[in-house]
């Protein structure tokens, strides 16, 4: 039987919050998960900051990799940051809905699991580095990592 992780495939605020913001200590320690893309723990070099601790938008970083405001930037720096943020998370039907099989695909795949969007800050250059934010929205579905492995 495959190994099941404490957090469900869909994520409650609470469980969000604290999804992917630490690294995978199995990972760490032997360079190998067994949950893979089923882990509940970061995989990446720099773990999504927990957004009820950081307040950013999921508007891309204009540089995340050399970003002067690290930690306190009001722009998500990772992928991770963008999909798994409360205001795009879910918030958006799956297009490849019940062929998809990502465990925790950041896309909704039932009415159900929809989550209201909020309207995108229409703000020129907001995504710069350093700038305050936008309100967040949805991110685009052929854009997920959960489903570079269709492509």
């Known amino acids: 039987p495959e190994p099941t992780m404490a957090l469900p495939s869909v994520l409650s605020d609470k469980g969000l919050a ?3 913001t630490k690294v995978c200590e199995r990972l760490l320690a032997t360079g190998t998960c067994c949950f893979a893309d089923k882990c509940q723990y970061s995989h990446a ?3 999504r900051r927990n957004p009820k601790k ?3 938008s999921p508007v891309a970083c204009s540089n995340p990799e050399k970003c002067p405001h690290g930690a306190e930037c009001g722009f998500a720096h990772t992928s991770d940051e963008e999909r798994y943020h409360p205001l795009t998370y879910k918030t958006i039907l799956c297009p ?4 998809c099989g990502g465990y925790y695909c950041p896309f909704a795949h039932s ?3 929809l989550r209201p969007a909020p309207a995108l800050e229409a703000a020129s250059g907001a995504a710069e580095c350093g700038g305050t ?3 967040g929205g949805s991110v685009a579905p052929d854009e997920s990592p959960e489903h570079a ?3």
């Open 149 to 151: 492995a269709d492509e």
């Open 54 to 56: 950081f307040i950013y």
């Open 111 to 113: 009415s159900e699991e």
């Open 96 to 99: 490849r809905d019940s062929t």
């Open 133 to 135: 934010g936008g309100t």
């Open 45 to 47: 070099a720099r773990p």
């Open 18 to 20: 604290k999804f992917r």
